[in-house]
């Protein structure tokens, strides 16, 4: 559940604070990546992330020396990223299927929520109800988060951003959507710090009249992840991005007050 | 008191827990026990808030659902907040069901603060307590000069050998504890002491 | 003194700045007599080299064992070791033993219930049966 | 301002081998030169064995030296390694990294210990510390400061962290050892490490206020003590603690100022830590109404909420602390006055725990395009009674 905005916003970030902060061995490691992850990515990804394994240096560029030549090697690297689009399927539900972008257009925000959404943005800290293959996770920022899952196509080091979120919220303050909050007004990043298993598990299968027991052994694998942000954009950064203001559709009242 | 008039603002009938529920009583011919994890899981299922149920709306919306817990101390009262602070203004509407007028106090009203003893009634209390500090101790001393006993320590300082014989007092007392009511009393103090921490 | 300053270490949170990979150190043993050890030297002498230049974090050893099946050690900042035996194995299989462990925390493996913990205290606070949802009449 | 010409400094911090040229390049070749002496060791090829050889000799004539040569540095997986699990910037050579790894316990010689890195680097580290505390929360009481800066970057934090990046100790310091191993002297078992504190006894009698700490004391509100003897070894804390320093004035002098923020605001800031456990109230309620008094606000009464069970084993108290129609404070409660207390501090903790939205550091201004600035929120300070 995972965008190609994350990507955008890398390239963004990396455009906007000039040290290009990736020395070359690892665009050499990023270029051993790709195609690593090319080769495998015949079949459509489920949940589309933005495996980059030097994401940990461009999302928040790291403590590197700017060398500007490595700048076009990065854009490349982007540009073949982009190619696999998450794209609908039938044979599975719409709630687990990743999210197309949906960028054609810029965001549109009523006008309730432009006057509510700096009451929610003002009150840390923020929690996020994310949802990554229809199962909710209640995550805060530098939450330790163990998938049930062990997730394909990721490594050590990289950083996804979870686009999908049916409640954004502070204290007092909740930000819902329909059933999700569109991914503009938000931002969820993640850290894939390792791979973890549990202890081996025995289960002795019987079957009556038979001496023989037979053991079936599982070992699974589940994806490690921290919390990097949480984060709700204020009204001023919606704006910069071009947000369009428009009026409230629905006649009931967008507040429900209670006592 | 307070709790008097705190109720539920639900009606009865959507506490589920409250009732007794039917399928227990149904059961209870053919089953011979009642589960008690059943019971229990039946107790707790209760309804999850209705804010946080799907809404008719549609779109991003936000709503404001305070939360049935304490205060966080990260969240400034709003008197607290500087003049400059954009919250300040935002936080208007925000009310809290009760009005602070009409609420009790915790400790009885303070007596109205009279300041009518003047430079020579404090030396007077000196010198008196000075002089017979077995006689005048700080309460006889502020029922005769209609004032609180806070003051007269405020004023004035026990002499060294009153000092002693309270302290030896003390110790006497102390001495005829057991075990248990010294444990106690010091458990009290590290209690008191774990406020100022906020444990 | 109004207040008085209480001291305590702040937690760490790898990964929320900066991520530091938990994997130390690898150990590749090796016995070039045995012959459970002939998918070990050919990884050693063919996918190795590019195995450290993919992760330039790992410090990485080869030794010797003589007259033993072959082994990939883990050594990690916690200062546990996790060892992987891999007699028999061909190279793609002992490169997959080694991103296991090159994955892994180190920590002994456990089994929990709950995906995610937090060191922070909650965003809407604990339930309290005195606050919120009340009423005067 | 001008700007400071740091690159030209650096070169003299790498005395023999000054090249400021290509950085990226030797760091290239260091890393392959790793993978030769490691993985080739299967070939067992005469060049090799030659290379080998040379190696042992090298470390017997390195026996003279207190600390490892700059040369080695190249030669070391543990020291490459560490390089990049912390990505360090790729200005920062190896040789630089080793020099941050010995203690002044274990080489006198100020040319190739620590200790100018160090001062370096605490200044730094507090600099931008304290920066980011006084924005954020600009009504903290200094003594909450001092123990906020502690947690953050004092001792037992750094070293915490130095075991966290897989920095290991060397047993016993000298040229022939790994110079990816942290050198100092340890203090020989039996020592008493507080012989100091017994010293100034006497001193700290007379210095009670917070305010003269400000003036004598250090940054975490400690007594600075005199140079310590470090022929008799330091504590291994504190040798981790040095050496992180070390590298944060490291990556300060080799790679500029925008490369040591970011590796603090990455190493140090993402740590978590809860600034309203670090209080320790006394009076409560009698500094809160001080406060009111200072800041004009009504004297705050406290009320009763809500209230259950007076008369049982078990009561509980809801108390809040009103001044006027405001509410200032709540707390819970098995007594009335335990209720108040509790009420008393949460109002403090509100005023003091005050932040600001849109927080900004003073160092902030010096990024490339920064806004201008707007100024910070300056509080009168806290409440003296």
Known sequence: MFSRSVLRSFTSDLRLTAPSSIASPFTQRACLHQTALLRTSQQQPQSSTSTSPDSPLSATPRAQSSIPETQTGLKGFSSTQTQDTPQIRNDIPIEKQPLPPTFTSPIEVSKTLMEQLPHLAGQKPHYVVAELHARPFLLTEGDHVRLPFLMPKVKTGDILRFNRASAVGSRDFTLKGSPHVDERLFECRVRVIGVESEPLRIKEKTKRRQRHTKTAKSKHRYTIMRVMDVKVKSPEELLKEGAVVVEDKGDSPQVETRS | MAT??????????????????????????????????????????????????????????????????????????????????????????????????????????????????????????????????????RHKLAKRFECSPLFIAMVCEASAEKKQIQKQVLEAVQSRWGPKRRMAREDRQLRRAAWGRDE | MPVQGLRTVAAARNGVGAFILQCKRLDFNYCTHGGSSRGML?????????????????????????????????????????????????????????????????????????????????VRGIWSPYHGDMRGV | ??????????????????????????????????????????????????????????????????????????????????????????????????????????????????????????????????????????????????????????????????????????????????????????????????????????????????????????????????????????????????????????????????????????HFLSRSLNISQLFNFSQPARDLTRLCARENFEKPVAKIISETGRLSRHPVFVVGIFSGQDKLGEGAGASLLEARERAALAALKGWYLYSPLNVRVPSSMEEEGASPWNPAHVDLGEVIS
């Open chain 2, 4 to 137: 008097s008039l705190i109720v539920p603002k639900r009606p009865f009938l959507t506490l589920p827990f409250l009732l007794p529920s039917w399928s227990d009583s149904l059961s209870l011919g053919t089953r011979r026990y009642q589960s008690s994890y059943r019971r229990t899981k039946q107790r707790l299922r209760v309804k999850p808030d209705a804010s946080f149920g799907s809404s008719q709306q549609v779109g991003d919306h936000i709503i404001h659902n305070p939360p049935s817990s304490a205060p966080s101390v990260y969240h400034t009262p709003n008197k607290f907040l500087p003049s400059n602070d954009a919250r300040k203004a935002m936080r208007t509407q925000a009310s809290a069901g009760y009005n602070a007028t009409e609420l009790p106090n915790v400790h009885k009203v303070e007596a109205e603060r009279k300041y009518h003893l003047n430079p020579s009634d404090i030396e007077e209390i000196r010198k008196l307590r000075l002089a017979d500090p077995m006689m005048w101790s």
């Open chain 3, 42 to 122: 050919a990884f050693l002498t063919q996918t190795l080299p590019d195995f450290a230049r993919e992760n330039p974090q790992i410090e990485i050893r080869v030794a010797p064992r003589h007259n033993k099946h072959p082994v990939i050690k883990g050594q990690y900042i916690n200062g546990k070791e996790k060892a992987i035996c891999v007699r028999n194995m061909e190279p793609g299989e002992i490169l997959k033993k080694a991103m296991i462990l090159k994955d892994a925390s180190g920590d002994k493996l456990k089994r929990t219930k709950k995906p995610v913990t937090s060191l922070n205290e909650s």
């Open chain 4, 1 to 266: 301002m001008k700007r400071l010409q740091l690159q030209r400094w650096s070169s003299t911090v790498l005395s023999p081998r000054a090249r400021t040229s290509n950085r990226l390049h030797q760091h290239l070749c260091s890393s392959s030169l790793r993978h030769q002496s490691t993985v080739a060791a299967v070939q067992e090829s005469t060049p090799e064995l030659k290379y080998r050889l040379n190696n042992a000799h090298k470390r017997s004539a390195n026996l003279q030296y207190p600390s490892p040569p700059v040369n080695a540095a190249l030669d070391s997986a543990k020291l490459a390694s560490l390089h990049a699990r912390l990505y360090l910037p790729s200005r920062l050579p190896l040789q630089t990294l080793a020099r941050t790894l010995v203690d002044a316990s274990a080489d006198s010689n100020v040319d190739f210990n620590n200790e100018s890195l160090a001062t370096l680097g605490h200044d730094l580290l507090t600099y931008y510390t304290s920066e980011h505390l006084l924005c954020t929360y600009p009504r903290l009481p200094l003594s909450v400061v001092f123990a906020a800066m502690y947690a953050y970057v004092g001792p037992k934090t750094l070293a915490a962290m130095s075991k966290e990046w897989g920095v290991d100790l060397a047993t016993l310091p000298g040229g022939e050892v790994d110079p990816g191993y942290l050198q100092f002297k340890r203090v020989p078992p039996g020592t008493v490490l507080d012989a100091e504190t017994e010293q100034n006894g006497k001193r700290k009698n007379w210095r009670k206020t917070v305010t003269s700490k400000v003036v004598y004391d250090d940054e975490f509100g400690d007594p600075i003590k005199g140079s310590s003897n470090s022929s008799v070894g330091v504590p291994a804390e504190l040798a981790r603690a040095t050496s992180v320093r070390a590298l944060m004035g490291a990556i300060y002098l080799h790679a500029g100022r925008p490369a040591a923020k970011l590796f603090f605001e990455q």
